[in-house]
Antibody, heavy 121, light 107 residues
């Protein structure tokens, strides 16, 4: 059974960098079959796709965040990470790390971490 | 970006009711449409992928249909555990986008 767990600070100051790590168990981030993804949800709001990494290095980011986002992987620890620079209050959200199954062109998000609330203040 | 809309934004229903939620894409997305259920304080859970494929372990009372721009999620007989929010998501083209959600609560 695949499990994902987010970790990182719950409070970040404006203009600083938000850094989160996702530890994956029951599966390998080195697998070329999956897209390791970050999604966020502002309080009381909808879901926003941040981006993914696949094939241990290729990335695809939401253009609305592209200038500030980096997703990277540490295969030795079976983890992937999110960095979001120059944060503002608008970046306050629950951040989820997610596995995207990448099924024949479709991208269902089939395993999710429990989510971690990051407040910018 | 492909804009996703859902209707209704909320609905009240009773156990045993048939519930239908619609999702519309702002442009053609073939069948690259997934449905999720989210309960308060929990991560979303995928119910339906590729418009109509039931995910493993999801009860058969859930079904999906549609293609192109118009899609439907149906719960044939609402159960107590189905009171939740439901989101559609397109994966035809990045950035992948979600609908705003439909909240199903108790009548």
């Amino acid at each position: 059974q695949v499990q994902l767990q987010e970790s990182g600070p719950g409070l970040v100051k404006p203009s600083e960098t938000l850094s989160l790590t996702c530890t994956v168990s029951g599966g390998s981030v080195s697998s070329g079959s999956f897209y390791w993804t970050w999604i966020r949800q502002a309080p009381g709001k909808g879901l926003e796709w941040i981006g993914y990494m696949y094939d241990s290095g290729s990335t695809n980011y939401n253009p609305s965040l592209q200038s500030r986002v980096t997703i990277s992987v540490d295969t030795s620890k079976n983890q992937f990470s999110l960095k979001l620079t120059s944060v503002t209050a608008a970046d306050t959200a629950v951040y989820y790390c997610v596995r995207d199954r990448g099924d024949y062109g479709n991208h269902p998000f089939d395993y999710w971490g429990q989510g971690t609330l990051v407040a910018v203040s | 970006d492909i804009d996703m809309t859902q209707s209704p934004s909320s609905l009240s229903a009773s156990v045993g009711d048939r519930v239908t939620i619609t999702c519309r894409a702002s442009e053609y997305i073939s069948r690259y449409l997934n449905w999720y259920q989210q309960k308060p304080g929990k991560a979303p859970k995928v119910l339906i992928s590729a418009a109509s494929s039931l995910e493993s372990g999801v009860p058969s009372r859930f079904s999906g249909s549609g293609s192109g721009t118009d899609f439907t999620l149906t719960i044939s007989s609402l159960q107590p555990e189905d009171f939740a929010s439901y989101f559609c998501q397109q994966s035809y083209r990045a950035p992948f986008t979600f609908g705003p959600g439909t909240k199903v609560d108790v009548k």
